[in-house]
């Protein structure tokens, strides 16, 4: 029989349970996994009980062998200690790997937690001791930007709350995948709208600090009905308000919306049901902004677009260009709303 695979669901439900195995091990591209789980890790042991049977250390401040003192330390007033390691990634694999002996060995009155946050644990033959031991090995994947919608959906659904079609594209361009940032959003509104609310632009606007008229879905939107005086107000915008609207995550946003009126164009089943499943579109707003933006770009003409976008990333960035990127940006807005679909020499 196949094991079970490790997931953050799976874990979580096991530490708010009770039960955590001898050794538990936290790692990978996404921080913010770590620190979700942490604290129920901390909470195996009651509040009353922590100052003897909780200990939480750093590992750039603390010796490997203190470590393996500690996990096999008898714990006082109590069946079972917590002993947890932080900031792992900060060590190098020799210092991970003087942790092996306790790992073939461990204690049974001591779960020990290892994190290394936002990186995976430098030390391979550790990783495997964890595993050789029975231990739960945790490694996150780095959230991609097509995954955000859903993982915030049913972050925001979790809260009690719903949201609102553009409200949910607004946190997600402006914030990008940094799930820690877009959660920690969230759990703002839930406390400033109360259960049962529902997330909109304007509360958006108001609490997370996003104009619900000048953003980056708004920008596709007006790019996808070429709608040019719509388009350079908010480029406007943009270059007086630099510090909230980073360059990167507009152009990022328009790669994202061009790739996929490419997708679209090329999809087997161009119906609206099989474009929509190609491209994972989440509602029928979208799939009219696609439609829409078909009828008024070819596939030439999008595929110049990319062209163009990807032109601009490296200029902007200084490469092959000394001009300022706002003037760059203007000139690829106007680019990409007058493109006659001429493919690069």
Known sequence: ???????????????????????????????????????????????????????????????????????RSVPMMAERQVVIVKEMQSESAAWADKLIPYLQAPSPSTTLVLVSRGAAFKSKAMVKAVTAAGGTVFESQKVGEWQVPKLLTAYIKDRGLTVDAKALDMLRDFIGADLSRLYNEVDKLTQVLGPRAMITPEAVERNVGVSREFNNFELVDALAVKDAARVFRIAAYFESNQKANPLVMTVAALFNFYSDLLIAYYAADKSDRGISKELGLRNDFALRRVRGAMQRYNAFQVIEAIHAIRRFDAMSKGSGSREDPYRLFHDLLYHLLTAPGRLPA
């Not at 669901?9 to 979700?36: F, K, T, W």
């Open 1 to 71: 029989m196949a094991a079970q695979a490790v997931t953050f669901e799976s874990v979580s439900r096991d530490l708010r349970a009770g039960r955590a195995p001898q050794i538990l091990a936290i790692h990978g591209a996404e921080a913010y996994y770590a620190d979700a789980l942490v604290p129920l890790a901390e909470a195996l042991v009651p509040a009353d009980m922590r100052d003897f049977a909780l200990t939480v250390v750093y590992a750039p401040q603390t010796d490997a062998k203190q470590v393996l003192d500690m996990a």
